[in-house]
């Protein structure tokens, strides 16, 4: 069955097929109809669930929750400090401990190699709920989200404008080299993607007839697109780079003018969280020491009929609901 990805990790969008992906989107917007009409089959009853966070999230953690939840399985929330991983005890040795006594397990953090050895030693299914190189449950639910929006996801003209070699930009451009989007990196030179990732999707592209380019010109990247996605300037790990990050990348501030360069319909995605104002100390801060009152995004895109983050925000549960159910379930 070419659809049965029981017992798989979910590490990177590398090792999944489009037509596995697609499924997932299938699956997805099935459990959503369902949570909707208030019915909630149990398909993770009984299974438990760890969820290690090395660092902080809001979306991935309580998404995770809430749908274990609602499938019947228990999250158990291992934080920062919680466990020895690493530290006292090698990745490996967690591994092969938490393997016996859970069904399957989430891992947000650092280095991908740790979930990478995580998923080779635990025995049962290994999520990445991020690491420092990719993000792929928030792919799935972007993808969700364009496609409630736009309708399909095959030649959306996809721009994702700043940091070009962060964990986002890796997994979009995965995922939309899988899916036949037209997609653009849309970035200064200095932050763009690395060449091996890009050589490694055109082989996606020309499978599934995708294009996919990269390039330091705003003008040239968001021309006409039917999406704009734009992410953090400092991820999280990086926060001594704050300097350096605005003054590379507030010349690729998605604003109204830039919006203005897309299509009449564009829609505005971003994973979340987002410095699009004062309201946050670190906006704060910035706007002290840099006078910026925004950082990847104005607040009037923000908050404009553009914007599409908190569908996208809530497809996180549906997504990764969908990701433990074809993983672990019982279909
Ligand atoms: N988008 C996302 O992963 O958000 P959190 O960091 O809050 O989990
Ligand atoms: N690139 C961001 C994504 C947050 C969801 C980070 O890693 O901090």
Same mark, same amino acid.
């Given at each position: ?29 099935d ?25 902080p ?17 228990h ?29 399957g ?33 928030q ?24 940091d ?7 997994s ?31 082989? *996606? &592209? ?7 380019? /990269? %390039?330091?010109? !705003? ?5 006409? @697109? ?35 360069k897309?299509?009449?319909?564009v ?19 910035? *706007? &002290? ?7 990847? /995004? %104005?607040?009037? !895109? ?5 914007? @599409? ?23």
């Amino acid at each position: 069955m070419p659809f049965n990805i029981k017992g798989r990790n979910f590490l990177t969008l590398h090792d999944f097929s489009p037509k596995e992906i697609e499924y997932l989107l299938e699956l997805s917007a099935d459990l959503k109809k369902l949570k909707y009409a208030g019915v909630k089959p149990g398909r993770l009853a009984g299974k438990n669930i760890a969820l290690i966070f090395e660092k902080p999230s809001t979306r991935t953690r309580c998404a995770f929750v809430v749908a274990a939840v609602d499938e019947g399985a228990h999250p158990e929330y291992l934080g920062k400090g919680d466990i020895q991983l690493g530290k006292k005890e090698s990745v490996k040795d967690t591994a092969r401990v938490l393997g016996r006594m859970f069904d399957g397990i989430q891992f947000r953090g650092f280095k991908h190699e740790t979930v990478e050895t995580l998923g080779q030693y635990a025995g049962v299914p290994v999520w990445n709920g991020l690491t420092d190189k990719y993000h792929p449950t928030q792919i799935l639910a972007d993808f969700l989200t364009i496609q409630e929006h736009k309708g399909h996801l095959k030649d959306i003209k996809f721009a994702y404008v700043g940091d070009g070699r962060n964990n986002m930009a890796n997994s979009l451009l995965i995922g939309a080299a899988k899916l036949g989007m037209d997609f653009r990196i849309v970035s200064p030179k200095e932050l763009f993607p690395e060449k091996s990732l890009v050589d490694s999707v055109q082989a *996606y &592209a020309d499978v599934s007839n995708a294009k996919v380019s /990269v %390039t330091d010109s !705003v003008d040239a990247g968001v021309k006409g @697109v039917d999406v704009i996605y734009t992410d953090v300037w400092v991820s999280m790990g990086e926060e001594e780079m704050f300097e350096q990050r605005i003054n590379q990348l507030k010349a690729y501030q998605v604003n109204m003018e830039m919006l203005k360069k897309a299509d009449k319909d564009v829609l505005f995605l971003h994973c979340l969280p987002a410095f699009h104002n004062l309201e946050t100390t670190v906006g704060e801060e910035v *706007y &002290a020491k840099y006078g910026l009152d925004a950082m990847e /995004v %104005t607040e009037e !895109v923000f908050e404009s009929k553009h914007s @599409v983050v908190f569908d996208e925000a809530e497809n996180r549960v549906h997504t990764i609901k969908a990701v433990m159910v074809a993983t672990l379930g019982d279909q």
